[in-house]
């Protein structure tokens, strides 16, 4: 493909070998979406998301990405929010957050390994009385079984997915989680971007299909009860309709 960007007519043309050439307007839709797409994928090869922190420890997320996971909450005020993936901590510390303004919920962070620098710092964090933290793989029977006996049955829980991204295992922790999320409420497999950025030089050939969104698209074909539904934005005074984002294809709602 190749874009040409004009900035005396306000015009971008892109020409590839399928839909030929064509030129739109530079300030549109569109056009957003288009030069969004390069910057997504350029900027997951040099690391954005890798430059920001929250309350003190590093996020490693997109942040549009966790405005969206906000205004979920706010709305859906879950009881539980289930997070396999812990790494340096962010991400629980920012969920925690939330349910302290809110008033209402706790974090359950599970991870293969939690290095003891980050389990510190995150016990340690004025918000850590709101989140428990279990080592472990995520899929495995006795792990799940603590994580259930964390959760009451009137509960609402939502579970987000940011662990191992492979399809076997995410499509593993799909089948393992979703019996615990609530009627209404979201299991959230992160970075199916993975299927975009194949081709970067940081990608891999093989997350063409080795990806969390193949694993979503097979576990909504045994399960009926779910369906893929991106949250509607809250606030939209824009032409757009749809995120730039980490995740796409990863909101699968459980039906009332």
Request: hydrophobic share 40%; aromatic share 10%.
């Amino acid at each position: 493909m190749k874009i040409t960007i004009d900035t005396d007519q306000n015009s971008l043309c892109c020409q590839d070998q399928v839909a030929g050439e064509r030129k739109i307007p530079l300030y549109s839709p569109e056009a957003f979406y288009l030069l969004s797409e390069w910057w997504i994928k350029i900027g997951w090869n040099e690391k954005y998301a890798y430059t920001f922190s929250w309350l003190g420890r590093p996020i490693i997320q997109l942040p549009a990405d966790m405005f969206r996971m906000q205004e979920i909450l706010y709305r859906i005020q879950p009881d539980v929010i289930i997070e396999t993936g812990v790494a340096h901590g962010g991400s629980v510390i920012f969920y925690a957050g939330l349910c302290k303004v809110s008033g209402i919920g706790r974090v359950i962070g599970i991870d293969i390994e939690i290095r003891p620098r980050n389990r510190e710092a995150i016990e340690n964090h004025p918000l850590a009385s709101y989140i428990t933290l279990f080592e472990g793989n995520s899929t495995a029977r006795e792990l799940l079984a603590k994580v259930k006996d964390c959760v009451k049955e009137s509960d609402r829980v939502l579970v987000v997915l940011d662990s191992c991204h492979t399809k076997q295992h995410v499509r593993s922790e799909l089948e393992a989680y979703a019996p615990l999320v609530s009627p209404g409420s979201y299991i959230v497999a992160t970075d199916g971007i993975m299927k975009e950025i194949f081709a970067v030089p940081r990608g891999m050939a093989n997350w063409q299909w080795d990806n969390p969104c193949t694993a979503v698209r097979e576990f909504l074909q045994d399960h009926p009860e779910f369906v893929l539904e991106e949250p509607e934005w809250n606030f939209n005074e824009s032409q757009l309709v749809r995120d730039v984002t980490f995740w796409p294809n990863a909101w699968l709602k459980k039906r009332s």
